[in-house]
């Protein structure tokens, strides 16, 4: 994903706000949001092959990233989401570090304990899955 490109932002208020302080300040503000751990994601759009760039709370796990689809217990899965099903190279900055990385679906195997990490850093994930018929896809991010 060249960075010379123009990345276009979440369309929501808020999360656009986020990410506009964390691009600014290259991290410094924006990392933690109301006291959780955030990360910005760049996909190419799946339709249109544009990138877009959104900020999700994240937990780890040894070196690999972990992120949740929640998209608030939507009956649909995020924009974000089947962009990177479609194209799993995607761009991350945690922090101030900018880095490569490959996404993918926990395999159903690894989901559980992955699950339970991530509704412990942030418990509304389970009100979401209860809101929701679907199982809320949890992302592995590995650095490539």
């Known amino acids: 994903m060249p960075t010379?490109?123009?990345i276009t932002?979440?369309?929501?208020?808020?999360?656009?706000?986020?990410?506009?302080?964390?691009?600014?300040?290259?991290?410094?503000?924006?990392?933690?949001?109301?006291?959780?751990?955030?990360?910005?994601?760049?996909?190419?759009?799946?339709?249109?092959g544009i990138l877009r760039r959104t900020a999700l709370i994240?937990?780890?796990?040894?070196?690999?990233?972990?992120?949740?689809?929640?998209n608030g217990g939507s009956p649909h899965h995020p924009n974000w989401y089947l962009n990177l099903k479609a194209n799993p190279e995607v761009q991350v900055q945690v922090g101030?570090?900018?880095?490569?990385?490959?996404?993918?679906?926990?395999t159903p195997e690894e989901r559980p304990a992955l699950?339970?990490?991530?509704?412990?850093?942030?418990p509304t994930y389970r009100d979401y899955q209860n809101k929701t018929e679907r199982e809320i896809p949890v992302v592995i991010l590995e650095r490539v």
């Open 96 to 106: 101030a570090d900018h880095f490569t990385a490959r996404a993918r679906t926990a």
């Open 115 to 122: 699950w339970t990490m991530m509704s412990e850093i942030f």
């Open 4 to 6: 010379q490109e123009v």
């Open 9 to 48: 932002d979440s369309p929501t208020g808020w999360v656009a706000s986020h990410i506009k302080r964390y691009v600014d300040s290259d991290g410094a503000d924006g990392h933690q949001y109301y006291g959780l751990n955030t990360l910005l994601i760049t996909t190419r759009g799946r339709k249109t």
């Open 58 to 70: 994240y937990g780890q796990d040894g070196d690999r990233y972990i992120v949740v689809a929640s």
